[in-house]
């Protein structure tokens, strides 16, 4: 049977085989790579190498060394962590999954990928803070493989293979929406005990984030850590340059033709960079260029040589100011990618 | 950093091979090759070895292990730890059970970020923790890594444990992208 694919799919699902010498497939079905691909999520939770024995009674080297080569890794730099990851689990899949269930059960704080604001907002209750801040992203594969894109065969043989993690999963995701709900009430509570609270607090904690995957995705996917409204600190930055712009403005009426003050009008663009706040910058770059026009005919200098000097100043340095503020931007949502080891 | 040496050393600068040795004895090891230990090495770059194994040679030879061991000060370290943890004494310590490919990091960082004076072990694995003094461990007020299940017996009681779990097909795939970008983890190493 044919299944429809898209250019990205096809070239995410055999760049890799051609670039790298491993293909999906390869990971899923070989025995190297298959205590990664299969219940690994299980496996975090029920294996053990006796680690009250290392260092007592053994060496991480000598565990690694006792792992079959088939699935050792060629670059052993982590030999316990190895021996955990990969060592032989020892048991079938139904005692698996027993006692993988009742480890999640043993656990306090369960939450799910997708809405991991509602766990982290759970933890930051155990250090007091009730409204933490949006979730940074961070370790995010750079080639991001589209479940859609992968033959519906090989997509039923890695979900066969974790089948236990399934289950795992489905249970995380009860508590994560019960975890969700209980923050939810009790924010509720909050917003009606205190009617005055700023609508920023709210709009940015994490249960209404994980409640609309929608605006979560804008938030982290475009806007990475960016808040969505300006906050306060920038807030004032924009009241400051227009309050300033506005100074220079009437500052120029006030003297006339005495002085002109038109490059002055600069300082706005300058203060809106540092919100970072590009469309605003812009915005106010768009009203600085016009008072400045409005103000050198005020001034009696239209379509002379210090108007044009003026104006060409302005309009030079605001547009820079605009192009920075989107680079600072782009700056601030980009979280580093290189790390050693998995995460 | 590696990439600019190693294109010395095929010859594409005025940098020698005796000089990228003496660079890395002086910043790694704090002083000037020995004789016997340049002639060592330069013998390796001569018989085609790759720059990064001459440095992670050096990175991980005894004498640097001791440089990093009296220049870490364990003694200092055990203070600050059991000092944040006397900052917050009531507070229950987490550890964090980071799955790989979950979406743990970001959880992490963010707590990380929420710390303030806690002090915090995250992006350990398990061989570090096996290796850290009992008092370092027990005074964390966060501790993370991918340590599994039986990384609870190490922490102090009371200690609450949390984890993320995904869909397994995304993760799966997730994982996938992830070895083929790690240099430590790609099929050619």
């Known amino acids: 049977m044919c299944f429809p694919t898209t250019p990205i799919s096809w070239w995410t699902r055999h760049s890799a085989q051609r670039l790298k010498g491993l293909s999906l497939e390869e990971f899923v079905h070989s025995r190297r790579w298959r205590p990664l691909s299969e219940n690994f999520q299980a496996r975090n939770l029920v294996h053990r190498v006796g680690l009250y024995g290392v260092w007592r009674t053994q060496s991480p080297e000598q565990m690694l060394a006792e792992l079959d080569p088939a699935i050792r890794p060629a670059d052993p730099r982590l030999p316990l962590q190895a021996s955990f990851d990969r060592g032989p689990l020892g048991i079938s899949e139904a005692d698996l999954r027993d006692a993988s269930l009742a480890a999640l059960d043993s656990i306090e704080y369960v939450g799910v990928s997708e809405r991991l604001a509602v766990l982290f907002s759970s933890l930051s209750r155990i250090w007091g803070v009730e409204n933490p801040p949006p979730l940074p992203v961070a370790n995010v594969s750079i080639h991001r493989l589209d479940p859609s894109g992968v033959p519906r065969r090989l997509r039923e043989e890695i979900l066969e293979a974790n089948a236990v993690a399934l289950a795992l999963y489905e249970q995380a995701r009860v508590r994560a929406d019960a975890a969700a709900s209980t923050q939810a009430g009790r924010r509720a509570v909050q917003r009606q005990s205190a009617p005055a609270a700023a609508p920023a607090t709210t709009a940015s904690s994490g249960v209404e984030r994980a409640s609309d995957p929608g605006g979560r995705n804008r938030s982290r996917g475009r806007a990475g850590t960016a808040a969505p409204w300006p906050s306060r600190l920038d807030r004032w930055g924009l009241v400051l340059a227009v309050a300033l712009s506005v100074v220079v403005v009437g500052l120029d009426l006030i003297l006339s033709q005495q002085f002109i003050l038109t490059h002055l009008l600069v300082i706005g663009p300058c203060i809106a960079l540092f919100t970072t706040r590009w469309p605003a910058t812009a915005a106010i770059v768009v009203a600085a260029v016009i008072a400045g026009n409005l103000l050198a005919a005020s001034d009696g200098v239209w379509d002379t040589f210090t108007d044009l000097s003026g104006l060409i100043t302005l309009t030079v340095v605001s547009m820079t100011a605009t192009a920075a503020a989107a680079a600072m931007a782009r700056s601030r949502v980009r979280q580093p990618q290189a790390r050693l080891y998995p995460s | ?189």
């Open chain 2, 1 to 189: 950093m590696l990439a600019f040496l190693q294109s010395r050393l095929r010859g594409e600068s005025k940098f020698t091979r005796e000089e990228v040795i003496e660079a890395l004895y002086r910043g790694l090891l704090d002083r000037d090759p020995e004789p016997p230990g340049l002639a060592a090495q330069l013998a390796a770059l001569e018989a085609g070895a790759p720059l990064h194994q001459v440095v992670y040679g050096i990175g991980h030879s005894r004498e640097y292990f001791e440089m990093w061991l009296r220049g870490g000060d364990p003694p200092a370290l055990a203070t600050e730890a059991w000092r944040a943890a006397t900052r917050h004494p009531n507070e229950a310590h987490i550890y964090f059970l980071h799955i790989m490919k979950t979406g743990g990091t970001a959880l992490v960082e963010g707590l990380s970020a929420l710390a303030g004076d806690r002090f915090c072990l995250t992006q350990i694995f398990l061989d570090h923790m096996v290796a850290l003094p009992p008092v370092v461990l027990e005074s964390a007020a966060l501790v993370a890594g991918h340590l599994g299940i039986e990384a609870r017996e190490f922490l102090p009681a009371g200690t609450v444990t949390a984890t993320a779990l995904r869909d397994p097909l995304g993760r799966v795939l997730s994982h996938y992208a992830h070895i083929l970008v790690d240099p430590a983890l790609r099929p050619e190493t």
